[in-house]
């Protein structure tokens, strides 16, 4: 029997820090305690409001601003500079490295591409795109863009590809959910060659029937499936158990990297506890597993308030290859 994180992923965060990546360039003439960054701040912020806006003072200041550990400023400022100059691929780095700072991972990576698809040979380009990818729980494209650094001999990447990219490594397809503050006990995991099943149970609630339950299935190598028809098959089960069975698409994605739907069911009769119950389905198509998530409640609806929660946290996934 495997972990509970092969299945289902408890989202964490980590960070690459800034002085790794950033190189500051300053015209301001003393730059060595807060005080000098303050100055320098005013100083740019003066040239943008005497001379127009300025294409260096937006980006200067930014740096400025990363130095004090002000990273939403220093978004502002570098957007402002790209902006101005689409080709800016300076501030495209460094607000990079800030969106970093802040946990912004996939802003930080498209700004990576930008430089990449702009530049190939971008000082730590890979690099750094591959540790984006890695913090962003994406390990098969954090290993793809090591080799790349390493064909273009960047410096101590090979200490990374030892780290994160063992030779023939199987990457496997997993869903990253992050609940926040709510906390789920593990109930059971099960795995075989075509599925892997993991149930919870809400923490600090009754470990018999009578709390909310979550239950997280992987198929595995199960592509192109039909989200309408299994939605459909699972509303077909429960309307022979209840004919107060009633079915609510919350909403859904069909066109994007990862196609999904969320859906209720409730007034579901469970024949094992002997009463009306109501099932909230998060059903996911990755590249090449399904995956079904099921909250199920020990009442015949769904509260709004869970409704809501719920769906904004399922809408936060992430799909992750370790």
Not at 201 to 213: E, Y
């Amino acid at each position: 029997m495997k972990t509970l994180l092969i299945s289902v992923i408890f989202l964490a965060t980590a960070s690459i820090t800034a002085q790794e990546t950033v190189t500051y360039i300053m015209d301001y003439p003393k730059l060595e305690t807060e005080a000098d960054y303050r100055d320098a701040i005013r100083y740019y912020g003066d040239i943008i409001k005497t001379q127009g806006e300025y294409r260096d003072a937006y980006y200067k200041r930014g740096l400025c601003e990363m130095r004090l550990k002000e990273y939403r400023a220093a978004i502002f400022d570098f957007s402002q500079a790209i902006r101005l100059d689409k080709r800016y691929l300076d501030a495209y780095y460094n607000r990079a490295v800030s969106y970093n700072e802040i946990k912004a991972y996939e802003e930080a990576i498209n700004d990576m591409n930008t430089i990449i698809k702009e530049n190939p040979s971008y000082p730590k380009a890979y690099k750094v795109r591959g540790l984006l990818h890695e913090l962003n729980y994406n390990r098969k494209l954090a290993c793809e863009d090591f080799y790349r650094a390493k064909q273009i001999n960047e410096a101590g990447i090979e200490e990374l590809i030892k780290e994160y990219c063992p030779q023939n490594k199987v990457y496997t397809e997993l869903l990253g959910i992050n609940w926040g503050d709510i906390k789920w006990d593990l109930v059971s995991n099960t795995e075989d060659d075509n599925i892997q099943e993991t149930k919870l149970v809400k923490a600090n609630t009754p470990k018999d029937n009578s709390g909310q339950k979550w239950t997280s299935i992987s198929y595995k190598n199960n592509k192109n499936k039909s989200l309408t028809g299994v939605m459909n098959t699972l509303f077909d089960d429960a309307k022979k158990r209840s004919r107060f069975a009633k079915l609510t698409v919350i909403e859904k994605n069909e066109n994007g990297a990862y196609p999904w739907i969320m859906f209720t069911i409730e007034n579901y009769y469970d024949e094992t506890n002997a009463r009306l119950e109501a099932y909230y389905y998060f059903v996911l198509q990755g590249n090449t597993n399904l995956f079904l998530n099921e909250i199920q409640t020990p009442d015949p609806t769904i509260p709004i308030v869970d409704r809501i929660l719920w769906k904004s946290t399922f809408k936060n996934y992430k799909v992750i290859y370790r």
